[in-house]
């Protein structure tokens, strides 16, 4: 008997357990285990990383079984996914020497390219309503120590 | 008498003019991203949880943080019902009658009736709450690390059990979440754990940077990813208030809905939306005309209304008295209490008595601004779903990345945030819930603590959690609980239950 994947969904997700079992448990192993009564830092992770990947295990097997539920997984959305992470990355990146309206303006540009629709005024529009709202509320309101403009103009 | 006073000592504390404001604050945003899809209260509290140290007393922080969780219920059922389109999950069920009657017109009277039996749920379950805590701290006092630690075991075992989809999916993600507990310093030995030398984890990761990422980001993806279209209102609104034979009508089912919701909220896992589900199928079950379910029955939006409102509330009870959470938003009013130098548990009631009783009056309070707040302005929240998402996303994305930069005032959480958007975004894929993820977390710590304090006090036995007989009962109900869903009949029965 050939063994067949039929629940895709259980079975990519046994596969992430177990991996993250592995890996919790390998880093912990490092750590001083301990015996019951004094348990040393790597005894819970430990146990619990190994506990991790046994049901990874159980769920990956039975993505295999007879009774398995056919589920294929949905295809990613890679693109949008890429685009949004992108945009919060550049904001970090921007946020302390270009201020936080330069990051905005590069937020809301990568949030239209995302959702793929084009309307280059409103989202100028967009920019700059958001830019006095993050200035008014959060930086001149809330005091956040983040600047408004590029700290090296003017400084 | 005792409860009195501490009634009169709470009203007077939400009665102050900060506490009005932020009470005022919370219900409104909270019905405000209770009306919008793909924000949701989570996402909301984890954003505004550092804000709120900056701005406000610990007391008002947490009346607003309150409010915002059961405001978002109100909202959530206006646009259910105006719409079909439920701003929670929480009020998926009250789509189902409550679109019916306002497509035959009587939007007024779904939503009047939504309103009033939400109301009568959130009174009862204020007193409930004042009545049931004192005697709960009290309890909680006796618990030694053995109680401590099997009623945690109890408690994620019931979160996973009552938790949509598989068990053992919930059950993996429950000690994902607790390895993910671990990062950061380890209190006894001084070892941080899995920091990989960045100084910035030594304090472990912050619950709301975690739910921001996986709640809000990997929603607004998903979000942006199906552009969903939306039906618009047309039909006018007729009269708000229910005439005399609806009243009558709706009572018993609002009764029955909020008993459920009193008893659901306070169960670890429960809460809001298993119990509207919940009232829902009962008032079907109990109807003498069970073929109008679904096309409008009266019953069917008052009986889940006043459970979703009554579980909002109660599920503050095993916060507050014990210091643990039920459901991922206490998870967070848990980090809330934190970040204000309080720590959780029986010692809050007399430690900080303004807060504690503050917060349960501001919670009546706030249900009352709801009502008279909700009804007028309910053209303004139709107005606000106009808003097309492409102005909305940029906007969420902002707000959620700001929330999470101002956590530590560094960008390290903000970069935090990426591969834990991208795991969000897969687990969604995958079918994973992330809220039982999100209360391992929380308890990640606190069970380690506990678990290692027994086995010190037993010299390393185990035996110490079978023989103290209150920790003996939680784990064997544990137990029972795992046993009773690994049981095919009851598991097909458990899952057409949620399929209803």
């Known amino acids: 008997m050939t063994l067949q994947i039929k629940n895709k969904r259980d079975f990519y997700s046994g596969l992430m357990f177990i991996l993250f079992g592995v890996l919790f448990a390998g880093a912990a192993a490092r750590y001083d285990f301990g015996a019951p009564a004094q348990m040393g830092p790597g005894w819970f992770p430990v146990v619990l990383g190994a506990l991790l990947t046994l049901l990874g295990l159980l769920i990956g097997l039975g993505a295999c079984g007879l009774q398995a539920r056919e589920a294929d997984v949905e295809p990613l959305a890679w693109r949008e996914l890429g685009l949004v992470l992108l945009a919060i990355a550049l904001f970090a990146l921007l946020l302390p020497s270009f201020g936080a309206v330069v990051s905005i303006i590069c937020l809301v540009v990568i949030c239209a390219w995302a959702g793929r629709e084009y309307r280059p005024r409103e989202t100028a529009l967009v920019a700059v309503a958001l830019a006095v709202i993050c200035d008014i509320v959060f930086v001149r309101g809330l005091g956040l120590p983040i600047e408004s403009w590029p700290t090296f103009i003017g400084g | ?500």
């Open chain 2, 1 to 500: 008498m005792d409860l009195l006073s501490n009634i009169a000592l709470g009203l007077s504390t939400a009665f102050q003019l900060q506490n009005l404001l932020f009470c005022f604050l919370g219900v409104l945003l909270g019905t405000a991203i209770g009306v919008l899809p793909g924000l949701g209260p989570l996402a909301t509290i984890a954003m505004l949880l550092p804000l709120t140290f900056k701005v406000a007393s610990p007391d008002a922080a947490l009346i607003m943080l309150a409010g915002i969780y059961y405001g978002a219920q109100y909202g959530g059922s206006t646009t259910a019902i105006l719409v079909n389109l439920p701003g929670e999950p929480s009020s998926i069920v009250t789509a189902l009658d409550g679109y019916q009657m306002a497509r035959k017109g009587r939007a007024g009277t779904a939503l009047g009736i939504a309103a009033l039996s939400s109301f009568f749920a959130g009174t009862v379950a204020t007193v409930l709450i004042a009545v049931a805590a004192a005697p709960l701290a009290s309890l909680a006092f006796e618990f030694g690390p053995a109680e401590y630690f099997s009623l945690m075991v109890l408690g994620l075992i019931a979160a996973v059990v009552l938790a949509q989809g598989s068990v053992l999916k919930a059950l993996a993600m429950v000690v994902l979440g607790l390895l993910i507990g671990m990062i950061g310093t380890d209190v006894n030995s001084g070892v941080a754990r899995f920091s990989f030398g960045l100084p910035q984890l030594y304090d472990g990761l912050e619950i709301a940077v975690i739910a921001i990422a996986v709640f809000g980001f990997a929603e607004l993806i998903s979000a942006i990813e199906e552009r969903q279209v939306r039906s618009t209102f047309n039909a006018g609104i007729d009269r708000v208030l229910p005439s005399r034979a609806e009243l009558r009508e709706a009572a018993a089912p609002a009764m029955r809905g909020t008993l459920f919701g009193s008893i659901l909220g306070v169960l670890p896992g429960g809460g809001a939306t298993l119990s509207s589900f919940t009232s829902y199928a009962v008032e079907k079950k109990l109807s003498k005309t069970p073929e109008q379910f679904g096309k409008g029955a009266l019953a069917g939006v008052a009986g889940p209304e006043a459970a979703n409102n009554a579980g909002a509330q109660t599920s503050f009870i095993p916060m507050l008295t014990l210091g643990l959470p039920s459901n991922p938003i206490m998870a967070l009013m848990i980090a809330a209490l934190m970040i204000h130098g309080i720590q959780p548990g029986p010692q809050v009631m007399t430690s900080n008595p303004t807060l504690f009783w503050g917060l349960i009056a501001s919670m009546w309070l706030g249900n009352v601004m709801l009502v008279v707040l909700n009804l007028p302005l309910i053209g303004l929240w139709v107005r606000m779903l106009a808003i097309p998402p492409r102005i909305l996303a940029p906007a969420i994305l902002m707000f959620c990345i700001i929330g999470a930069y101002s956590m530590d005032n560094s960008t390290f959480d903000i970069w935090m945030t990426i591969p834990l958007a991208a795991l969000g975004y897969l687990w969604r894929k995958l079918d994973c819930e992330a809220a039982p993820l999100l209360l391992g977390i929380v308890l990640g710590p606190l069970l380690e603590e506990h678990l290692r304090r027994a086995m010190i006090l037993s010299r390393g036995s185990w035996k110490i959690f079978v023989q103290e007989p209150l920790s003996c009962g939680l784990l064997a109900t544990a137990a029972v609980l795992l046993v009773l869903v690994a049981v095919p009949a009851i598991r097909s029965q458990r899952e057409r239950a949620f399929a209803e």
